[in-house]
Structures are given as C-alpha cells and as structure tokens.
C-alpha cells in the first residue's frame, strides 16, 4: 500500500514569494492534516479536514496561509508571501477517519531566504 | 490549553537493555494516545498506538496508559543501535467537532550506546 505522498522534498525560495505544498493521501482515507515542525519541535496542527471540509483551521495564519482539499483526496497548502519564520518542515498526514491512527509523509523541507 | 510533557533527553542506555520514555499530559478529555519515531531528517513514523488503560505490546515495544494520571510510556526491549531517534508522544483529543488534531511533544532523544 502505497504511503502519504508529498511533494516537492525541498523548497527553498526567497522571502515575499508565494510557495505551495502538495499532499496525496493514502487511498481510502478520509481525514487529512497539515502539521509543520520546527527544528526541536514536535509538529503543530494547522488544518485538519474531513473529507472536502476544512473542520479545524484554527492554528492556520490565514493571513498569509490558505489550503483546499478538492474532490477530498489531494491537498494543497499555500503560503503567500512567505516569511523568514516560515522556514520549516511541512507534513501532511492522514487517517481513516477522525481518531484513528495517522500516517505522515516525507515531508517539504522549506528555507525562505 | 493542550500539553504534552516530555523529557527531551538525551537518553542513554546500553544495547540489549529497557529503554523507558515518558510522556504526560495535560487534558483529561484527551482518548488516544500515540507514540511515533523520527529520525534525523525524516518524517515521524508511527509505532504504538492505545486507547485503554493498561499494557499494549508489539513485538519489543510496550506502551503503557494510565489516564487517571495521566501518563503514557513506552518501553523498548532488547534495545538496539537501530532505535537510536527521537521518541515523539502524541495525545488525541476529543471535542465537540470529534477528534482533534494530535498534540505532539517535543520528543526524546534516545541514545543506545553499543
């Protein structure tokens, strides 16, 4: 069975330039999330969706984050323009459904310059 | 506000012995419970999950859960220069909208010393 699919691997681009993540889930499951982890962290939620539904956007910076789930399977998260703190590892991951276990991709390394 | 309290370590113990990592948590409401392994530069990958008090074991890992107080461990048999990472716990909790988002830990650096 094939894993989370994320892509691009690396990122690196300059401050005030808009960036996008894409995420392909594993088949089948239904709830997808955006995490991001900082060096020493453990990852911070900040998009959950259910399905097409964006069911818990709290933690997102909406001023400059934005992301869609079309069709409910693949996902893209955008930052526009991006920030020096932006700088981190963007995971997506997916579940079955709410509460179950969760798998994480690879990951998308981002440095902002 | 959501906590999950890790020791970041390092933690260092010889191969072929327990490794032991602990996790506490701040929320009651909070009903799974996880523990994944990252190494350096990947992503994290699950290897325990449990939702009832008690002992779970899986092959040479063994989580535990006691909710009352409110505290999660993992226990590595047999530990191995493979399991060299960071240990992340994750707690899952449950509000009105149904399962949250996992609140991470700022993991454990385990060290097995061959």
Known sequence: EAGVVQSPRYKIIEKKQPVAFWCNPISGHNTLYWYLQNLGQGPELLIRYENEEAVDDSQLPKDRFSAERLKGVDSTLKIQPAELGDSAVY???????????QYFGPGTRLTVT | QKEVEQNSGPLS???????????????????????????????PELIMSIYSNGDKEDGRFTAQLNKASQYVSLLIRDSQPSDSATYLCAVNLYSGGGADGLTFGKGTHLIIQP
């Open chain 2, 13 to 43: 113990v010889p191969e072929g012995a327990i490794a032991s990592l602990n996790c506490t948590y701040s929320d009651r409401g909070s009903q799974s419970f996880f523990w994944y392994r990252q190494y350096s530069g990947k992503s």
């Open chain 1, 91 to 101: 995971l997506c991951a997916s579940s079955f459904t709410q509460g179950s276990e």
